[in-house]
């Protein structure tokens, strides 16, 4: 919802400002709407992070910035302002009812590894065993 790119820009500003050092960005990566079609296209990025938080500090870090953006509550999958997941961290692998690490579904959504590979394309996933690379041409494999 509003002007997606700097929406996107604004946001990594916002984890700049609380102190969350941005080492490396993917490009903007426009990509069709998952779950609900019937919305505009999306905007995607990949951004890595240094941070002394642990995971669950950085989601509620997150939560907080979608907030402070104007995030409001909304169909599952539907425009929203922003969304910030925490994808990965180092080579951890959490489950809680709060958070999961990796993200649970990334290594299926080609909206995620795209921008992923663009900036982590060697970097292995904790639980399959796969770097970001892989995983996407396997989803690219899929689709051809």
Same mark, same amino acid.
């Given at each position: 919802i509003g002007n997606r790119e700097e929406n996107c820009i604004r946001a990594i500003e916002l984890l700049t400002e609380k102190g969350i050092n941005v080492v490396?960005?993917?490009s903007k990566i426009e990509t069709e709407p998952w779950g609900v079609k019937d919305q505009p296209l999306f905007i995607n990025m990949a951004i890595e992070t240094e941070t002394d938080l642990r995971p669950?500090?950085? +989601?509620?870090? $997150? /939560?907080? %910035?979608?907030?402070?953006? @104007?995030?409001? @509550?909304?169909?599952?999958? @539907?425009?929203? *302002?922003?969304?910030?997941?925490? $994808? $990965?961290? @180092?080579?951890?692998v959490i489950e809680t009812p709060e958070i999961e690490i990796p993200h649970p579904r990334m290594h299926e959504r080609d909206f995620v590894?795209? &921008? $992923? !590979?663009?900036? !982590? &394309? #060697?970097? %292995? #996933? &904790?639980?399959? /065993? /796969?770097?970001?690379?892989?995983? +996407?041409?396997?989803?690219?494999?899929?689709? *051809?």
């Open positions: 490396r960005m993917s669950s500090g950085l +989601l509620v870090l $997150l /939560k907080n %910035i979608e907030s402070e953006m @104007g995030r409001e @509550g909304g169909p599952r999958w @539907g425009p929203r *302002t922003i969304d910030l997941d925490i $994808l $990965l961290y @180092g080579d951890q590894l795209r &921008p $992923l !590979a663009e900036i !982590a &394309p #060697h970097v %292995i #996933h &904790p639980i399959l /065993k /796969k770097s970001i690379r892989q995983l +996407l041409d396997g989803l690219e494999d899929q689709v *051809t």
